[in-house]
């Protein structure tokens, strides 16, 4: 085997390992949101994300400068599903929690930023889990038009890469 054939061999290798490596790690960088029993919880996994506040408005960032881009949510409950660049969740007491893309700069990746209502209970627990803590239950959540009723208390959604 000549010096090129070994070159290109090892090249192919670390080429192979690379996208078996990317197949293998689940990639799930930016994990499902779920709507729960009057509460949101959000949790980063892996340690690769942190949860951040705006300063003193009620908006929340998941950080996460290494990650891809979030490029949509899906969000579905009981089987109905709406997809979108956001999703408002309405409470029972008519107060709303928004879950959407932001982009600080334009050299920066979209992430997800979840806006809440004044007057609710927000802990950011480790830097990892965002919780928002409401007296209302969800009752629905939209995406532009499309709407959907909650089931069962429960919304799931999931950021899209």
């Known amino acids: 085997m000549t010096t090129g054939q070994k070159i290109t061999l090892g090249g ?6 690379g996208a078996l490596y990317y197949v293998l790690d689940d990639h799930e960088e930016r994990p499902p949101i779920v709507v729960e029993d009057g509460s949101v919880t959000l949790t980063a996994q892996k340690g690769r994300s942190q949860w951040r506040q705006h300063g003193a408005d009620r908006r929340y960032e ?3 400068p290494g990650g891809r881009d979030v490029d949509g949510f899906s969000a579905e409950s009981g089987g109905c599903t709406v997809s979108g660049d956001s999703i408002v969740i309405t409470l029972s007491d008519g107060s709303t929690i928004t879950v959407s893309m932001h982009r600080s700069f334009p050299w920066i990746k979209d992430h997800t930023d979840v ?5 609710v209970a927000t802990t950011i627990e480790n830097l990892v889990r965002l919780r ?15 709407s959907c009723d909650v089931v069962g208390e429960r919304i799931d959604i999931v950021q899209l890469h």
Do not use: N, Y
């Open 12 to 17: 192919a290798t670390i080429l192979l390992l």
């Open 62 to 64: 998941q950080h996460h």
């Open 115 to 119: 806006t809440v209502p004044d007057g």
């Open 132 to 146: 928002v803590s409401v007296d209302a239950t969800p009752r629905s959540f939209a995406s532009g038009s499309t």
